[in-house]
T-cell receptor
């Protein structure tokens, strides 16, 4: 079946603008995760959802970052008033039990 | 919280030789250790994982070993091939049904020389 999909694949924005990143998990997967990968770095946990609730938001870097998940499926990660340091690849993953399956990521560039 | 250190950051081996990547973790409660392979422009893909109730797991040319006492685990790739060239990430988490937060190492860029 289809894997995790993310859109857009690339996003260029100006400093101060808001951006929305979308994740479509594998159908039936109850858990959904967001990670951030800066250039040449490892993956940094941001937030995860179990169903529609987010038990752990500890990784969100600032209050400019928020995420929601509706209907236990699609999730959006919103970054308000973007800064240049927000430039990174934002990866989404979903899981049913243990294994996390990753999408291709959204490459965000803030000018 | 958990901290994962990964070494080396880059590794270059001749085709056909073996490659070993090592990770250490800090939280003794961690009990799930996956390894991911990331090719250029793609998301990470799980290649093998191990839980703390076993010391070694193999899947064809790939094996992972775990030493819970020393809090380190390693990825072994034998008979390397050019398509093994990628960035490899280790991770650790406390397994719980339904969801777990993975803490990743910094990655190892593996290059297989023909």
């Amino acid at each position: 079946g289809a894997g995790v999909s993310q859109s857009p694949s690339n996003k260029v924005t100006e400093k101060g603008k808001d951006v929305e990143l979308r994740c479509d998990p594998i159908s039936g997967h109850t858990a959904l995760y967001w990670y951030r990968q800066s250039l040449g770095q490892g993956l940094e946990f941001l937030i995860y959802f179990q169903g529609n609730s987010a038990p752990d938001k500890s990784g969100l870097p600032s209050d400019r970052f928020s995420a929601e998940r509706t209907g236990g499926s699609v999730s959006t990660l919103t970054i308000q008033r973007t800064q240049q340091e927000d430039s990174a690849v934002y990866l989404c993953a979903s899981s049913l039990v243990v294994t996390q399956y990753f999408g291709p990521g959204t490459r965000l560039l803030v000018l | 919280g958990e901290n994962v250190e990964q070494h080396p950051s880059t590794l270059s081996v001749q085709e056909g030789d073996s490659a070993v990547i090592k990770c250490t973790y800090s939280d003794s409660a961690s009990n799930y250790f996956p390894w991911y392979k990331q090719e250029l422009g793609k998301g990470p893909q799980l290649i093998i994982d191990i839980r703390s109730n076993v010391g070694e797991k193999k899947d064809q040319r790939i094996a992972v070993t775990l030493n819970k006492t020393a809090k380190h685990f390693s990825l072994h790739i034998t008979e390397t091939q050019p398509e093994d060239s990628a960035v490899y990430f280790c991770a650790a988490s406390i397994y719980q049904p339904g969801a777990q937060k993975l803490v990743f190492g910094q990655g190892t860029r593996l290059t297989i020389n023909p």
